[in-house]
Every structure is written in C-alpha cells, then in structure tokens.
C-alpha cells in the first residue's frame, strides 16, 4: 500500500486526527510506534557514564564520530585517523569503544512517531498489537513492518509555515479586509506570477520565506533571479548535495538558453523546461521511458533502485536501457535506446549522468508543493510585510535567537517592533498601524490563561488605568509576584505609569495591601455603607494603594530588566550607537553565525576562521589553570546575539585593563566551531572600541591571515610535554586549542607522568594538532605546564 504524506497547521494537526477517530472510529485508528536506536555517539556516552569514567574523555571520544547519515563506530575508525589513534594507544578508550560496539544499534526506548497515523477497515487490533504511550495508543509494529502488512499509513505532518500564513491571513482579514482597505487573499486564483514578487525574490531578501530563507539558498536566489514559477521549483531541488552541482550549468544556461546542448534530440522535450539540467526524479523516469521503451511502472523501479544506489541492479537495468529484454515469449518488453535510435556510446553516458544525479534528487511533486508555500509566503512578504513578520515571529517565540533575528529584519523593513503593553498587546505578536506589539506569550513568567484574562478584562471593562487598576479587576491568581514584576520589567505599563522603577519598589505591598482587603471582604468585615460603595474609604480607594516616587532606572539598567524577562533588549540596545561603527569594524557577528547553523556542514567549515568581533562584555569569569596563572572567559554580546570569548592568561594579563563588564571591545581571534556546540572565539588580540589603533595585522578580517610577528617556523621539529595524565582533559584541550593558532608541519607527543611501561613512559602523538614551533607558542603553552615538562627536538 501506498503512504500518504500532508501537511497541516501546526497547531491543528491534533484537530486532523480526532476527525478521522470519528469518522472511522476510534478503535480503527492508532498512532505508530518508533523505537529510539542506539547511535553510535549516544551508545560512547552511555557506556562512559556506566563506567564511571571521566565526562570530558568520554566526551573528546564521542566527538571523535562524524556526523554523517549512517555513520557507524566502525565506519568513524575507519576514517578518522584521531579516533583509531585514542582506540590504539589508550587502553580506557579502546574498553569504551569496545562495549559500545556491542550495544549500538540496540533499541534505546519507545516512543510516537512524529506524524505517522494507521487507518484500517477493521478496528487495528485485529491486525497488529497495540500499545499506550502516555494518553496515545500506538501500534507495537513501527511503520515498516505496517507497510509489508498492507495497511494504510498516513503522515499527518505539522508545518510551522501553514501556520505563518494562516495567522498572516487573519491579520491582515482584521487590519485591513474589515475595514475595506484591501480585498480577501484567496491564493486559488492567483497564477503565481507576480512581477514585484520574483523582484523579492532575485533580490535575496528572503529571510522568513519557506525553503529559502538560508544565507545559503538567499545567496542563491540572488545569482539564479528566478522570474517564473518553475525557477522556484527548480532552485528547492537544486540546493541540495549532489544536484548542487548542476547549479552553476543551470544559472549559466537560464542566461543562455540558446547555447544549451542535449546528449540527443529526444532529451530536448524532457530537459528544456530546466535548461539541459537534470533536476527531478520524474525526468530520470521519462527519459528511461521516452529513449529506452520503459513501462511507467518500471521507470518507477529504477528510480528507486539508482536514490537506493542498488548498483547490482543498475547495472542490469543499464542493460536493458541500452540494448531492450524479451520477455520468455521473445516479445520485446523493453524496447532499448539502440531499437529507438540512440548510439550506445550516448546511451551510456546518459545512464551514467541519471546515476551520479538520482542518488540525492528531488521528486518535482514535492518540490512544487513546496515552491507553492514558498511563493505564497514571498507573496505575503512583499505585499503584507507587517502581518507576515508579526506572525512569523509569533511561530519562533521559543526561539530567542530567531526573533532576535526577525526583528533585526523588521528594522530593515522600517518596521518597528513596540515593547509589550498591558492594554494594547495580545498572546501573539500583533499589527498596530504600520507596526509590530510585541506579544504577552513572549514574557517570561506569563501564562496563556493569565494573558486571555487580562485581554477579556479589557475588552469587557475597558482599559486598565493604572497597575491599581489591573491588581483590583484581575482575580488574585492572575496577580502573583511573579507575573507583576514581569510585567513591570518588560514594559507593559510604561504608557499608564510613571517609571518602572516606582513600579518595582511599591509592586509587593500593593499585592499584600489588596490581598489583605479581599480577605476581610470575604470574611464580611464590611460596613453597610461599605457594601452598597458609600465608604469615604471607597473614594479615597487610590490614595490607599499608593505607590512610592522613584526615580526612573538609568537606561542600561532599564534595558538589563528588559532582557531578563523577554530574552533581547526591545525599546532600545546599549549598542545602537555604535551600529555603524561594528559594522565596519568587524568581520563576523552572530547574526552571521546564527544564520550558518541552518546550514550545519557550512556552520562547521567556520572553524579555524580568523575573525574580528565586536562587542559589549556581558560576563567576565575567571578561573585558574593549574600553573595558578589566571584565565578569562567572556561572553560577548552584539546587536545579534552572544559568543563566549577564551582569554589565555597572557593575553589577559595584558589586557585586563579594559576587559569590565558593560565595556565595549573588539577582539581578532579564532573561530573554534564543534558539532553540537555553541561557537568559541580564542582571542589573539583585544582593543577598546576608542582605541582608534589598527590591529597588528590589518588583512586579518579578510580570512585566514595571521600575524606573523614573532614566529619563526622550524619545520621538521617535535614538541614534547610531560602531563600529569591523559585523563586531564582540560589540559589536552587546552594544548590543542593552543597548537590551532600555529599551524604547521611540526609533531607534539604526550608523555603522561601518570603510564609507565618497564620502567619506561609512554608516548602518544597528537595527531590532527601539527603545529609551527615558535617562540609565541612556547610562550602560551608556558602559561599551562612546567617550563621543564616543554622540550623541543629536531
């Protein structure tokens, strides 16, 4: 049986499978089961942690593996010489790797699968077990074995971005179809062929648009300017390995369709619509069809049998394409290339490109599904920019970093995003005017039923005049300590009082003093008067309550408040006024990085990279290396995010001086990028943002320069240093992380004080880490060992 994949809003997908409960019953449908595996890496770690042996080796093991699709212990020895190494040479990680041999691939846990819904015409326990996971009942089958039993499997996907459209659509319904200022969106009739939307498109500005918004694909939207639907799809297919390649050819002969060449004639139908480039999956089936007689069931098979890279029956296939079969009859059952008119020399290099090419391409079903949502989103982009921010950051407000950079884009859109307002904000993000209110769902503390209380209080008895006023009409489980300071802290009553900070001293008394009078009330200590609201008390209701006078909090602590209890500073950034200056000044930010780490082999390239970075330091901690020499760790925040700076003590006793908390630096250094791992940057060289000075070298923002002052490369040389032993971890890492900054040809051996064989130590080369001995990297290493544990040999 066929599966049947399709996506739904997100927050509808539970709406889809409750319907098909009731229409075919309850016991006719199930959810499916997935078995989490042992993976290589989980199953070094969990033998690690059973061993009881140190984090940070078991971790420098794990790393070890690749991260590839199928990678395996045996495959990671077999290509990473540093893993075979540690496995040959330490006795402690050949034991870990051993055991985790045996358990990989073993079944970790149980669990749903993501999407996957079984259908059946008889209630499903007639066919298959059952099981309850938490309040789901799943299959005990996972989804193969449904598939070779013939039931009827279908995915029911959630997709953020229907969602995004969905909310972009009712945004702009109520701000502007209500009021007449535009008619209703219906993307049925639309042709999908607006000029000023493959303008966006061509132009790279496709942050937030669905399957292009990575600086890569937005990189190559600007080359291949796509002006009609099919370049859209084509540019979703080509921006993957493997078809990746053709993109240059693409570009080249889009600009050129008239110098495009075919292999044959009979190409020309089937390959004109993308240029002479194979991209889909259905013209390898055609082209099998139209030149070597194929069935459309059998072009099926060789599709599957060249993205599976069965290669025993390509080969036979390849046969049959080139020269036809016979069936036992001797009927022709596929004609051939050479029956239809096609040199065999020819048909052979046509097979050969549809193999290199089928093994990562893209059936044009799916990619057109996609080019749909990702024009309809462009669309909603280029014409509605507003309501589609507003719902785009609505979709990532669990994500910090993705609204931070949505709101950077938002500023580029001359968009401003409005601090979160007790009166005027909703759960959402929200249009006002030509503006964005930030949502009540993105403070810290604040629930969604407190939210839908504080809105329908408004709604029913007008706005809130004061924090008085939302203490008094808000029922006291809506009112704890914490949701007022967050409220206060975020800004949501900065319209309706005087200052935060008066807010912030008088916010607890005020909670105690209005808990206090409930209370009576509900004991009935009343007066008459009181009851039917003749008090002078009742009049004198707001000099009761009254808070105390502050003066407001200076602006960066005000921000500070801000970023605590929303993640980003949103009314303004202590580094506004230095934008202009970071930009021209640095090389790398991490709006930069940030946007790599959607694309994780390119996030990892940048490691090793010479960059400058600037910044405001956050934090500054300060531990002690085992020569008590004193090092610093800082984290660096620009206007897109934070990186952690590593200070070697050297450096920071030479720059100390300048490196405070809320001080604004820049740093040349290197990029220390590991999978799984925020980005590092070791620093080199540090100077205040007055310091008008270049750095030493002034290429170093141009990619991997150095500065070679003070080095002088002996090649040929070995480094040898005595450790305390291999389980010091912090100390190898350190010496790698050192040994980076000087690349080279030179060797470094560790001898551990802690193995000895016959009276003799044992050696381990550090491989991966060949360095340039000079007197900079002695210098540093200094810093970590003994100078009498260093020593230098031709």
Do not use: W
Not at 74 to 98: F, G, M, R, W
Not at 358 to 369: G, P, V
Not at 654 to 679: C, F, M, P, R
């Amino acid at each position: 049986m066929p599966d049947i994949d399709i996506d739904f809003c997100y927050e509808r997908r539970e709406e889809v499978i409750d319907y098909v409960k009731r229409k075919y019953g309850d016991d006719h449908v199930a959810q499916i089961i997935t078995f989490g595996t042992m993976g290589a890496k989980a199953a070094i770690r969990d033998v690690g942690r059973v061993l009881d042996i140190g984090y940070n080796k078991v971790d420098k093991v794990a790393k070890e593996i690749p991260f590839a699709l199928g990678m395996t212990i045996d495959k990671a020895l077999d290509t990473n010489p540093n893993l075979k190494e540690l496995y040959d040479q330490d006795p402690e990680t050949k034991e870990i790797i051993n055991i985790s041999k045996q358990i990989e691939g073993m079944l970790r846990h149980a669990s749903t699968h993501a999407a996957g819904v079984v259908i059946s015409k008889n209630p499903v326990d007639e066919y298959v077990p059952l099981y309850k996971h938490q309040d789901a009942i799943t299959t005990q089958f996972t989804m193969t074995t449904l598939e070779e039993l013939g039931l009827l499997k279908m995915d029911f996907l959630g997709l953020r971005t229907l969602t995004v459209i969905r909310d972009t659509l009712d945004l702009i319904e109520k701000n502007r179809v209500i009021k007449n200022y535009t008619e209703k969106i219906d993307f049925s009739k639309m042709d999908y062929d607006d000029p000023k939307v493959y303008e966006m498109l061509s132009s790279g500005n496709t942050l937030g648009v669905f399957q292009l918004e990575s600086a890569g694909m937005r990189s190559f939207m600007k080359q291949l300017k796509p002006d009609n639907f099919e370049d859209i799809v084509a540019g979703i297919s080509l921006f993957r390995p493997g078809p990746m390649d053709s993109i240059p050819a693409y570009i080249k002969n889009k600009s050129n369709p008239k110098d495009v060449t075919y292999l044959h004639e009979k190409l020309k139908p089937i390959m004109e619509v993308t240029y002479g480039c194979l991209v889909y999956q259905e013209q390898v089936m055609q082209v099998v069809r139209d030149l070597g007689g194929y069935s459309y069931g059998r072009s099926d098979l060789v599709r599957r049998a060249m993205s599976k890279k069965k290669m025993d029956v390509m080969e036979e296939e390849r046969q049959y394409f080139i020269h036809g079969k016979f069936d036992e009859d001797g009927n022709i059952e596929i004609a051939g290339c050479i029956r239809n008119g096609v040199e065999e020399e020819i048909a052979n290099k046509i097979f050969d490109d549809m193999i290199d090419f089928a093994r990562y391409a893209f059936n044009k079903s799916h990619a057109a599904a996609y080019g749909v949502l990702a024009y309809e989103t462009a669309y909603l982009k280029t014409y509605y920019p507003v309501e589609f921010m507003a719902a785009l950051i609505t979709s990532v407000m669990g994500n910090t970093d993705k609204v931070v950079e949505y709101i950077r884009e938002c500023k580029a859109l001359e968009i401003d995003v409005l601090p979160p307002d007790i009166n005027k904000s909703f759960s959402k993000f929200s249009v006002e005017g030509d503006n964005i209110r930030f949502g009540l769902a993105a403070v810290k503390n604040v629930g969604v039923n407190i939210i839908n209380n504080i809105i329908a209080e408004r709604e029913s008895n007008g706005l809130f005049v004061d924090l008085v006023d939302l203490v008094k009409r808000l029922d006291q489980k809506d009112t704890n300590k914490r949701v007022i300071e967050s409220l206060i802290k975020c800004g949501a009553f900065d319209n309706i009082s005087e200052n935060r900070a008066s807010l912030m001293a008088g916010y607890e008394s005020l909670l105690e003093s209005v808990s206090m009078d409930r209370k009576k009330n509900v004991q009935g200590q009343i007066s008459l008067f009181d009851a039917f609201g003749d008090s002078e008390e009742d009049s004198d209701f707001q000099q009761i309550y009254s808070l105390p006078k502050r003066q407001e909090y200076e602006e960066r602590e005000r921000l500070n408040l801000e970023k605590e209890v929303l993640g980003m500073y949103v009314s303004g950034h202590p580094l506004s006024q230095f934008e202009k200056e970071l930009q021209e000044k640095t090389s790398m930010d991490n709006g930069k990085l940030n946007s790599l780490k959607e694309e994780e082999e390119s996030y990892l390239q940048m490691n090793e990279t010479d960059v400058i970075m600037g910044g405001m330091i956050v934090t500054k901690t300060i531990k002690t290396t085992k020569r008590n020499e004193i090092m610093a760790f800082i984290e660096l925040e620009d206007l897109y995010g934070a990186i952690e700076i590593i200070v070697f003590p050297q450096l920071l006793q030479k720059y100390n001086v300048i490196l405070n908390e809320d001080n604004i630096i820049y740093v040349k250094g290197t990029l220390s990028i590991k999978e799984g791992e925020n980005a590092k940057l070791i620093a080199r060289e540090i100077k205040d943002i007055n310091d008008d000075t270049d750095f030493a070298d002034r290429n170093y923002n141009s990619g991997r320069t150095r500065n070679v002052e003070n080095i002088k490369p002996e090649s040929g040389k070995k480094l040898y240093l005595k450790i305390d032993s291999m389980s010091d971890t912090d100390t190898t890492n350190n010496i790698v992380e050192i040994a980076k900054q000087y690349p080279g040809n030179d060797s470094i051996y560790l001898y551990p004080m802690d193995e000895n064989i016959n009276g003799k130590r044992k050696a381990y080369k550090m491989t991966g880490a060949l360095t340039c001995i000079c007197d900079e990297f002695i210098n540093n290493l200094e810093e970590l060992l003994p100078k009498d544990n260093i020593k230098v040999k031709a």
